[in-house]
């Protein structure tokens, strides 16, 4: 299995990679394939695909910010069931964080990640059996993700202004002490992360100014 980047639309890689994420993520989470190019051509962008043979079994994106000193999981896919596709991302990835921190000068303090709530909407996607709502959550419980203690929305990828529940913001802290963020360090990185979507649904900008009322946000377990 190799771990290989993707930086343009036309890549053969990323076609395949984008029909997956309609496969396994629902409509409002999936960006149209030709407004790819601009972030794929962004360095701080981290797009992977696991690749075995000439096919895409897995891919991941993430990015880092090192003013923060957070990283942010965009997206996690599993294309192939009982092949460690899970497991060779999720190692591959945090090799490549941790280089990424290093050359920065900074030391992270963990990772953002949202995360889908099957209790709260019943979601109908996932049908490659890995990505199934359900066991996400618990695998990534078990990785050591928390909940932040806070009704979360998101703006929908689909650039319509529409607000997006169901998801939970999570963080895995370096720490695994630690039990809250500044929520000032949240309300950054939401502001940051969502800059490159023009149009904000009036809910997400009340989540947002409520989040700079406060002073920590709680982690609770998932």
């Known amino acids: 299995m190799e771990y290989i980047r993707v930086q343009s639309i036309k890549d053969p890689l ?3 990679m984008h029909q997956l994420m309609q496969v396994v993520f ?3 989470e999936v960006y149209a394939f030709e407004k790819w190019e601009g972030p794929l051509q962004d360095g701080g962008i981290h797009v992977y695909t696991a690749v075995e043979g000439d096919e895409v079994v897995g891919a991941t994106e993430y990015r880092y910010y090192s003013g923060m000193r957070v990283a942010m999981t965009d997206f996690t896919i ?39 709530n099957p209790q709260t909407v019943d979601y109908s996607f996932g049908g490659i059996a890995p990505m199934n709502p359900h066991i996400r959550r618990e695998v990534l419980s078990h990785i050591g993700y928390k909940r932040l203690d806070f009704p979360y929305l998101h703006p929908s990828w689909q650039e319509n202004g529409e607000a997006v529940d169901g998801l939970d913001l999570c963080f895995l802290p370096q720490d695994e002490e630690l039990g809250e963020l500044p929520s000032a360090l ?11 979507l023009p149009d904000k649904p009036a809910e997400w900008q009340k989540m947002i100014d409520n989040l700079k009322k406060q002073e920590t946000i709680a982690l609770k377990p998932i």
């Open 26 to 28: 629902p409509p409002e």
């Open 78 to 116: 599993i294309g192939k069931a009982n092949s460690g596709v899970g497991r060779f991302l999720l190692r591959s990835r945090e090799k490549h964080l941790a280089r990424l921190a290093k050359e920065s000068g900074t030391k992270s303090i963990g990772m953002f990640a949202e995360i889908y």
């Open 186 to 196: 949240v309300a950054e990185f939401l502001t940051t992360y969502y800059s490159a």
């Open 14 to 16: 990323f076609v395949k």
